[in-house]
């Protein structure tokens, strides 16, 4: 399905050193202030207390997350679970206070603006969970990319594995670089949008190869350089349908999901935007400068012997 043909190629990669350029300049500054900041983890990484009240009817979660707020947490955790009476609240580690302290300063805070809620459950989380997380959170990445590698180099070949692999790594570390720059909350739901964007950021780069190989078939006059302007021009239609539906998506939990899937939503817009300047300037560019060929992706077909192999 196209919404619309563009007649004449259009010459990315003319330009392909400048946005790399730039591109490398934004992977410096994602990963200066990855140094630098650090990530803001929540309390699923760092550790803290989680605490469970219920309500008689469905809560109110915006005043409850005032209310939190208003006694220094400010970036506690508020949402319901199972039903809409049901709310969990996790707050950071305190140095001055345990967590059954916590529990009781925010209960009496939340029953002086309703005397009906109740406790459910305080639990508090350990560091050493958190550690578990990361750790858990850092081998589903790297099997991820692993996993990327292999599928790329056995359908296409390493040239196009390596060029993929490096953009959605750029993606993944840009992402983060935004999340470390303004100090947003990084959860696990963020940690589930970083590695959706891998495979998002994968799928768009396979498209692009393809109509490359496909071009390698069809248009044997064409240089590298035309074949693969070829290839992304052609597939900028099916770009604009797939990720502006995706993004319309998105753009919905960003807007009115609330707070639980505001990051969420956050990081997954970050990635689909990088994930599209990427596949084109960045893996593509990448592949011609590893010096892809036509003969890296179409085998040659070996010419039938007329003798039949006998001997005369």
Known sequence: MELFRIKKDIPFMRHALIFNVISAL??????????HKGLHFSVEFTGGTVMEVTYPKAADVDAIRRTVEGLGY?????????KAQDVVIRLPLSKTMTA????????????????????QRVEQVGAQVGDELAHDGLMALLFVVLGVVIYLAIRFEWK??????VANLHDVVIILGFFAFFQW????????????????????SVVIF??????????????????IDNAITSTISRTIITHGCTQMM?????????????????????GICFGIYSSVFV??????????????????????????????
């Open 26 to 35: 934004t992977f410096v500054a994602a990963v200066f202030f990855l140094l």
């Open 74 to 82: 400010t970036d506690a955790p508020v949402q319901t679970f199972g």
């Open 100 to 119: 059954a302290d916590q529990a009781t300063q925010v209960m009496q805070a939340l029953q002086a603006k309703d005397p009906e809620v109740r406790q």
């Open 160 to 165: 196009f594995a390596i060029a993929a692999i």
């Open 185 to 204: 909350e990084f959860n696990l739901s963020v940690l589930a949008a970083v590695l959706a964007v891998l495979g998002y950021s994968v799928n768009e």
């Open 210 to 227: 393809d109509r490359i190989r496909e071009n390698f078939r069809k248009q044997r006059k064409m240089s590298v350089k035309e074949v």
């Open 250 to 270: 998105v753009l919905s939990m960003l807007l009115i999901g609330g707070p639980t899937l505001h990051y969420f939503a956050v990081a997954l817009t970050i």
């Open 283 to 312: 893996a593509a560019a990448i592949a011609m400068w590893l010096g892809v060929t036509r003969e890296d992706l179409i085998k040659p077909v070996k010419e039938k012997d007329d003798t039949d192999g006998a001997v005369v």
